[in-house]
């Protein structure tokens, strides 16, 4: 392909599965703690992923370090994932926990892809190392494998601000502007350091060591993968209060927080998307609790705490759940669905649209109607008072139309492949976003075991292609993009 440097992508293909094979390792060390039989199985998928790795960077090791064009940096992000799904399938096939490889991939990319969407209908039937293994892709996607790179392999620094981008790392640092390097490295330690402080606070309300290291890997991922068939159901209100802040910090924009460690709140609430993103996060669940109150018997903190559970794990993309929402009056529901369209901030975890490019389309909007009535006033789009550039509004708008196309294009072939409306609706825009759960046959007590093999190849591809923010996957399969 013309100008496309396939080596030099290998080679970073073979960095990444490198990384992938100690956290590999990591769940073979799970399983010789619990004495496992299935350790031997792990062990081979992190040999094989290690080997693998291994061989691409050293037979790639002379290109590897030089810079990529444009053009390898989207070939390279696709590469990346692709091959990084594939192994991750090993320590399911190799342990027979997931036998069936279209099963065991779909397993793997709604983890890597922060999704939390699941075709298991025991859980808690796996083995301790299959499912730290679980909470590990969500934790190693959620920030993104690419940004751990960039933040582990300083020769990566050239083409990393490309790579990180084009992988959906969207990283708004307003008055933050160290070298890239630095910045991967402090947005990973805030994520590290979330991980950790959840991790404690759930041991302290009552979770196991084991449980609360992977609700807490799943929640900083935004990911949703829980260890108990139920989620978060069974647990104590305590429990379901500390994973709701956690879920709404991890769908902050982590410039956000280094903003709190500098001493700087006021920068954060003067932050017009977090703003929306407080008031949404607040407002929703309040209509709900009302609107549901009979449902929970007029007990206002119990519907309440759910509807605010519900809709943050929803609108950050997180996916856990406290309460079969479907069993909630229609209006709540039709919240619940409308809700999944959201997304969470810009430089965060979380998935789906973002609140951020609503606040810039509304304001293009409000733009169009100002220059109907008064054709000579100039009035610019602005951000957080800043003056935005044109060619950044129309990609903003560009991006939302292309995403609701996506979602009905999407709906359309999840129809046509035998899924009824409101599963077929949901499941694109639940696996777009990067939610979980759905309304119909994988609403947040169901699974997806029950959609055909055809509907979880797509929606594998319906995951990585919201993943990666849309553009650089469909990108390449234009005739432009080989001229």
């Not at 994932?81 to 190799?94: H, K, R, V």
């Not at 990566?156 to 992988?167: D, R, T």
């Not at 929703?284 to 705490?305: G, M, V």
């Not at 029950?450 to 993943?467: A, D, E, H, T």
């Amino acid at each position: 392909m013309r100008g496309i440097h396939i080596r030099r992508i290998l080679g970073l293909a073979g960095t990444c599965l490198l990384i992938e094979s100690i956290f590999i390792l990591i769940a073979y060390l799970v399983a010789l703690y619990y004495e496992e039989s299935k350790a031997i199985a792990v062990l081979g998928a992190f040999a094989f992923t290690a080997f693998s790795g291994a061989l691409l960077l050293y037979s790639n090791k002379h290109v590897v370090k030089e810079e990529l064009s444009i053009r390898d940096s989207f070939i390279a992000v696709s590469t990346i994932w692709l091959f990084m799904s594939l192994f991750g399938t090993l320590p399911y096939i190799f342990s027979n926990t997931i036998p069936n490889y279209v099963n065991a991939l779909f397993e793997t990319i709604s983890g890597f892809t922060t999704t939390g969407s699941s075709i298991l209908s025991d859980i808690e039937a796996l083995p301790k190392s299959i499912l730290f293994w679980r909470a590990e892709t969500h934790w190693l996607g959620g920030m993104g494998i690419i940004v751990l790179v960039v933040a582990v392999m300083p020769f990566i620094k050239k083409n990393g601000i490309n790579l990180m981008i084009m992988e959906g790392a969207f990283l708004s640092v307003d008055k933050i502007k160290p070298k890239l390097i630095d910045m991967a490295r402090q947005f990973w330690g805030i994520y590290i350091l979330l991980t950790g402080l959840e991790t404690l606070f759930l041991k302290l309300a009552g979770m196991s060591w084991f449980d609360s290291v992977c609700h807490s890997f799943a929640t900083t991922a935004t990911g949703g993968f829980s260890t108990k068939n139920t989620s978060l159901i069974d647990f104590s209100p305590t429990i379901q209060y500390i994973v709701i802040i956690f879920m709404f910090l991890s769908g902050m924009n982590f410039a956000l927080h280094i903003l709190l460690i500098m001493g700087k709140p006021r920068s954060v609430f003067k932050n017009e998307e977090f703003k929306w993103y407080l008031g949404l996060s607040i407002g929703i669940p309040l209509l709900i609790a009302l609107f549901a109150l009979k449902t929970f018997n007029f007990d206002f903190e119990l519907a309440y705490r759910h509807a605010l559970f519900q809709i943050v794990s929803i609108i950050t993309a997180t996916g856990f759940a406290s309460a079969d929402y479907e069993l909630w009056p229609n209006i709540c529901i039709v919240l619940v669905f409308l809700s999944m369209f959201i997304g969470a901030s810009v430089g965060s975890t979380g998935g789906g649209i973002k609140i951020a490019r609503y606040v810039i389309a509304f304001k293009k909007i409000k733009q169009i109607f100002v220059k109907m009535l008064n054709p000579s006033y100039i009035y610019p789009v602005k951000y957080n008072n800043k003056v935005l550039p044109q060619t950044l509004v129309h990609s903003v708008s560009t991006y939302i139309v292309i995403y609701f196309i996506v979602f009905l294009v999407g709906s359309l072939i999840m129809t046509f492949l035998g899924s009824d409306i409101k599963t077929a609706t949901s499941s694109i825009i639940t696996t777009l976003g990067g939610i979980g759960p759905g309304i119909g046959n994988i609403g947040p007590t169901e699974n997806f075991a029950s959609v055909s093999m055809f509907g979880k190849l797509y929606l594998c591809f319906n995951m990585i292609l919201g993943r990666l923010e849309i553009f650089p996957l469909l990108i390449i399969g234009t005739k432009a993009f080989y001229k």
